[in-house]
């Protein structure tokens, strides 16, 4: 499955810039609740440049279980592959790790049915925005009977004044913001309503706020690695540098103390059965 848009997503910013995003402090919990097992097939969605995948999911299926590594972004993808050849867990090959492109959207698409023991998803479902619910019945699709889903996703009031700042600044170039906001940031009624709609039963699905420290290149890093869909949809005329800063300045007086920004997360995390 290959995607024909433009990819937007650059390995390197996102490995310099957000690294914190796969660290084992963040992710341990929703890998905990996967809970995964030797033996297990397990999709990674949105697995990026596969330092989970990796690190991860790949250790815990062994032996004789096998892992599938699907992204939307060619150029993490391509990371996520150099990684597998450097990763010596990848070339013992006790397990194999196998990578796709596409949109999550298209799981249904795939050809594949009940073909998974688990669907694991780390800060990648709030990007499948048109329609989750389709992305929901895709991964209830490619699950075995008693198959886990288990993700962590931004959840309502993620990046809370980020988003509202950068509304209302594009707002002041002319650009309505709405239109290209690409993230789904649930209630956790709203994505239980969601995973059952498709037959899902739903084991958890909560809130976790988690203020989370961004690295050196602070929020200005953070905007460009993430905020792509909003910066490009500024006018050619206008200095996208000059717009970043002014998001910047507006928000330091909640979000940077002392050197150090701070960005307000706010997880949304789940885990539902294949009934
Ligand atoms: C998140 O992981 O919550 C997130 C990352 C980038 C943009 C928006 C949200």
């Known amino acids: 499955m290959s995607t024909s848009k433009e990819d937007k997503w650059s390995a390197e910013r996102y490995n310099s810039n957000a690294s914190f995003v796969y660290s084992s402090a963040y992710t341990s919990p929703t890998l905990d609740l996967l809970s995964a097992r030797p033996g297990e097939r397990i999709l990674d969605l949105g697995c990026g440049s596969g330092e989970l995948t990796l ?28 990684n597998a050849a450097s990763s010596p867990l990848s070339n013992e090959a006790t397990v194999p790790v196998t990578w796709i492109e596409g949109d999550g959207h298209d799981l249904e698409k795939s050809g594949e049915k009940e ?7 780390n800060a990648a479902l709030h990007w499948m925005k048109r329609d989750p619910a389709q992305v929901v ?6 699950l075995k009977p008693g ?8 959840g309502a009031m993620n990046m809370i004044g980020v988003r509202s700042v950068l509304h209302t600044v594009l707002g002041e170039y002319g650009v309505d913001a ?3 906001d690409p993230w ?29 420290p961004l690295p050196e290149s602070g929020l200005a890093g953070w905007l460009d690695t993430f905020a792509f ?8 005329t206008v200095d996208r540098e000059q717009v970043k800063a002014e998001v910047c300045r507006r928000l330091e007086v909640d979000m940077k103390h002392g050197e150090q920004w701070t960005t307000m997360y706010v997880r949304l995390r789940f885990k539902a059965r294949k009934e």
Do not use: H, W
């Not at 019945?137 to 490619?142: H, I, K, Q």
């Not at 869909?229 to 050619?236: N, T």
């Open 55 to 82: 690190s991860a999911l790949l250790p815990a299926v062994q032996p004789n279980g096998s892992v599938v590594g699907f992204d939307a972004s060619p150029d993490l993808l391509a990371k996520a592959r150099t």
């Open 115 to 121: 073909a998974f023991d688990a669907v694991f998803s």
């Open 137 to 142: 019945r895709g991964v209830y699709g490619l």
């Open 147 to 154: 198959g886990r889903f288990v993700g962590e996703m931004g």
């Open 178 to 180: 709405a239109a290209v």
């Open 184 to 212: 789904f940031f649930p209630t956790p009624a709203q994505y239980s309503a969601i995973l059952q709609a498709a037959g899902f039963g739903v084991e958890s699905c909560e809130l976790i706020p988690r203020p989370t």
């Open 229 to 236: 869909a909003f910066l490009d949809a500024l006018p050619a």
